[in-house]
């Protein structure tokens, strides 16, 4: 079955007739659901299964879950995860188990996730905040070094890989400088080819190897002062391929976010132009998600190749005793908070 190289949302908890008829003739790679489509674990389960009995039963769904405030599976159904600066807190005074608890929540979350179907998460964070900057990655990032956020991350796509997710590294070539949100507008880092290399970019360099990566929508102008990394190609090829050897499926942020300028059509262009492998869209507009698809083609060449390898990496869940984790997980990030406050 042929599909073509864009990751589509739904609009709501069930797979209308509309987009039944959408899925089958537009062929995407895979789903992205968010809050909107979430409702409790049955329900998932069975608007995965409906899209799969459509798409294929090898087409990836994702989500993002991180823990924190960007947990689209939460109570009552699921647990609340930390955020990324529990970890970091911890890793401060214990990089040890800081590096643990990464692992235990990303374990965790991808039992979570397995349970429903869900085989791709949109996590973990490799951006590298600076102060000043928007709080859109805030105390979502893992510290504020390139060698700490690296390896928690690293730690955290170990995780779910281990409960048989696979994890997407974001956002490439990073987000941790931006001084806008770019949901809403487009971020422009002035930094300097050498500090963008020694911090931003260093992170993502252990990363390198992951089977999927996520673009930041983000004007570097040391490297391209006209385009954001998704579309453009000197930040995939020279950065992105280049400095950092990402070697995975590489897909764009949201095209439907306020960053990226002009009609949707042109976006997607843009995207495949530059270099990403697939492009994501993810609001759930119809209109819209029928424009991407008339815009995009099928999946092919090397793109196809690094898709699919990165869906035949996926692995079944390992032997896990959830309930001695979430032990273990609370136990670290309770002594990180009494450390805080002793």
């Not at 950092?244 to 009609?263: K, N, T, W």
Request: glycine residues 10%.
């Amino acid at each position: 079955m042929s599909v073509r190289a864009f990751i589509t949302g739904l609009e709501g908890t069930a797979i209308t007739p509309r987009e039944r008829a959408f899925v089958r003739d537009a062929e995407p790679f895979g789903l992205i659901l968010f809050k909107r489509n979430i409702a409790d674990p049955q329900q998932v389960a069975t608007l995965v299964d409906d899209f799969r009995d459509i798409a294929g039963d090898g087409a990836p769904v994702l989500i993002d879950q991180e823990g924190g405030r960007v947990q689209r599976m939460g109570p009552p159904h699921w647990p609340v995860y930390p955020a990324g600066a529990a970890y970091d807190a911890l890793y401060r005074s214990d990089p040890a188990a800081g590096v643990r608890a990464a692992w235990l929540g990303a374990r965790l979350i991808a039992a979570d996730l397995d349970a429903v179907g869900i085989t791709v998460d949109c996590l973990p964070l490799a951006d590298v905040p600076v102060a000043g900057a928007d709080s859109v990655i805030g105390d979502r990032a893992y510290g504020n070094t390139p060698e700490q956020v690296g390896r928690i991350a690293t730690a955290v796509a170990a995780g779910l890989k281990a409960g048989g997710v696979l994890p997407v590294v974001k956002h490439i070539p990073g987000h941790g400088r931006a001084m806008a949100d770019s949901h809403l507008r487009l971020p422009v880092v002035t930094a300097s080819r050498a500090d963008l290399q020694a911090s931003d970019f260093a992170a993502f360099v252990p990363l390198a190897g992951e089977t999927f990566g996520m673009t930041a929508h983000v004007v570097f102008t040391a490297f391209d002062p006209g385009f954001p990394a998704t579309t453009s190609a000197i930040m995939i090829n020279d950065v992105i391929r280049g400095f950092i050897c990402f070697s995975g499926a590489l897909m764009s942020d949201d095209v439907s976010m306020g960053a990226l300028a002009g009609p949707v059509s042109e976006r997607v262009s843009r995207c495949l132009s530059a270099g990403c492998d697939l492009v994501l869209h993810c609001n759930g507009n119809f209109a819209e998600m029928q424009e991407v698809a008339a815009s995009t083609p099928e999946l092919g060449g090397e793109a196809l190749s690094r898709a699919t390898g990165a869906l035949r990496s996926r692995r079944p869940p390992e032997p896990f005793d959830a309930a001695a984790a979430r032990a273990e997980l609370s136990e670290l990030v309770s002594r990180r908070a009494g450390a805080a406050t002793g």
